[in-house]
């Protein structure tokens, strides 16, 4: 019998709507240090997973860009407690260009793509 661990976390997708390589982006959350995402082609996404093991409540999910610092894109208590019911959670999200700058948006439709590329 084989045995395999799936870690348990926040699945986020992000997906560049643009015609834009994004490499300049940077997210946290609660206590976490600041990371930067890997590099998002233009028309393309990145699907990478946060710790949520330690959390002792939900938190805001915040990004920025290196360039806008002062401009952030807050995603209240976007990153879940793990919790016996909640072991995995997900967060979807876009960048589109608005009024010539770049903008992070909750992605309806991106639950849709996420799950359908796992397959």
């Given at each position: 019998?084989?045995?395999f661990m799936v870690p348990a976390g926040e699945y986020l997708q992000l997906?560049?709507?643009t015609d834009r390589t994004i490499n300049d982006l940077y997210f946290t959350y609660g206590d976490y240090p600041i990371t930067k995402v890997r590099k998002i082609e233009a028309n393309a996404r990145e699907n990478f997973m946060i710790a949520t093991a330690n959390l002792s409540k939900d938190y805001d999910l915040v990004f920025y860009f290196k360039d806008d610092v002062e401009r952030k894109m807050v995603f209240k208590e976007a990153v879940k407690k793990m919790t016996k019911d909640n072991m995995w959670s997900y967060f979807f999200g876009k960048i589109i260009e608005k009024e010539g700058m770049?903008?992070?948006e909750e992605d309806?439709?991106?639950k849709d793509l996420y799950f359908s590329s796992q397959q």
């Open positions: 019998m084989n045995t997906r560049n709507m770049l903008v992070i309806p439709e991106g």
